[in-house]
């Protein structure tokens, strides 16, 4: 059997593709699959998505989770996102309202999110 790199290329991006949202303006940000990123930026993504579930668990203030929700979930598509620059237009556009931001985010989760591994049945 012979493939080529471009035929795998193309089916790990068929079955593991980014994200694109097309902001008011006509940009489009890429919010990159997770096995996209960087080793380190993996450990972030995984260190800021265990900080918005203890925010979200927490027994705080209503104005003070939501700040942390804002602040937590801006980070992670921040850190996503193909550029930096584009990270922040997107944060820009959704204007600190808390439930574009999460529809956002959980676009991206449902997505990138890993698929689970299957268990053998040897």
């Known amino acids: 059997m012979s493939i080529g790199l471009d035929e795998i290329r193309q ?10 949202i097309t902001l008011p303006n006509g940009q489009t940000v890429r919010l990159r699959h997770t096995l996209r990123l960087a080793k ?3 450990k972030r993504l995984a260190d800021l998505g265990r900080l918005i579930g203890q925010v979200a668990d927490e ?5 003070d989770r939501e700040d942390a929700l804002l602040a937590a979930i801006g980070d992670v598509l921040v850190l996503v996102a193909e550029t930096k620059s584009a990270g922040r237009a997107l944060l ?5 309202d808390l ?4 529809g956002v985010f959980r676009k991206y ?3 990138c999110q890993l698929p689970e ?3 053998s049945t040897d």
């Open 99 to 102: 439930l574009t931001l999460m």
């Open 109 to 111: 989760q449902e997505t």
């Open 117 to 119: 591994a299957s268990r």
């Open 59 to 63: 027994n705080t203030q209503h104005a």
């Open 92 to 96: 820009s556009a959704i204007k600190g």
């Open 40 to 42: 380190p930026d993996r």
């Open 11 to 20: 089916e790990a991006e068929t079955q593991f593709g980014d994200l694109e």
